[in-house]
């Protein structure tokens, strides 16, 4: 059965520093990995997807790793700004998808 | 270009009683998966629909079940409501299984 678990559970950092949160999954036999931003009371925005045979991705500001064989991956947000604070989910695609418990990330003025 | 709404927004129910959610994927989305989600957890996979057939579905009592339509859109059904069914429940839509998944704002249940 596939685990997801997400490292730290919140995070609180001032504006301007770069960041990084983590994933790992227990099973690496996934088909791919997603990172999603939540606001507090609303759904899932998709930030990135990263398909199982590629490395990294990249948007803006923000970069997502992945290694299947160690299990992990990472969502690196630089120069962060105060609208970026929200709870990042990581979800692991196999037969059905799986979410960790998500970071809560506190980005302060 | 619309993308994936729910109905209703929020809902106060009885225990023991039955509720119906709605959802209509974003144009061109033939997949619609709906999703549990507790206070400060993740969402809990419930299950997945294509052509009008339930695809996969996750650890979840037969209380849950659902259904899609010719025109994609999807509902959610819960009988004989527990306590513990309250929670955020989201509907996602894709284009197949392994393309981007685009959530809905979700409707909020309580169960009283």
């Known amino acids: 059965k596939q685990e997801v678990t997400q490292i730290p559970a919140a995070l609180s950092v001032p504006e301007g520093e770069n960041l990084v949160l983590n994933c790992s999954f227990t099973?690496?036999?996934?088909?791919?990995l997603q990172w999603f931003r939540q606001d507090p009371g609303k759904g899932l925005t998709s930030l990135l997807l990263i398909q199982s045979s590629q490395r990294e991705q990249t948007s803006g500001r923000l970069n997502a790793s992945l290694d299947k064989s160690s299990g992990r991956s990472t969502l690196y947000i630089a120069a962060s700004q105060p609208g970026d604070s929200a709870t990042y989910l990581c979800a692991v695609t196999t037969n059905d998808m799986r979410f960790g418990a998500g970071t809560r990330l506190t980005v302060k003025p | 270009d619309a993308g994936v709404t729910q109905s209703p927004t929020h809902l106060i129910k009885t225990r023991g009683q039955q509720v119906t959610l709605r959802c209509s994927p974003k144009?061109?989305?033939?997949?619609v998966s709906w999703y549990q989600q507790a206070l400060g957890q993740g969402p809990q996979f419930i299950f997945q629909?294509?052509?009008?057939?339930?695809?996969q579905r996750g650890n979840f009592p037969d209380r849950f079940s659902g259904h899609q339509f010719p025109n994609y859109s999807s509902e959610l059904n819960v009988n004989a409501l527990l306590l513990g069914d309250s929670a955020l429940y989201l509907c996602?839509?894709?284009?197949?299984?392994?393309?981007?998944?685009?959530f809905g704002n979700g409707t909020r249940l309580t169960v009283t």
């Open positions: 099973d690496s036999a996934i088909y791919n």
């Open positions: 144009s061109g989305h033939d997949t």
């Open positions: 996602a839509s894709s284009w197949g299984g392994n393309s981007p998944l685009h």
């Open positions: 629909y294509y052509e009008e057939e339930e695809r």
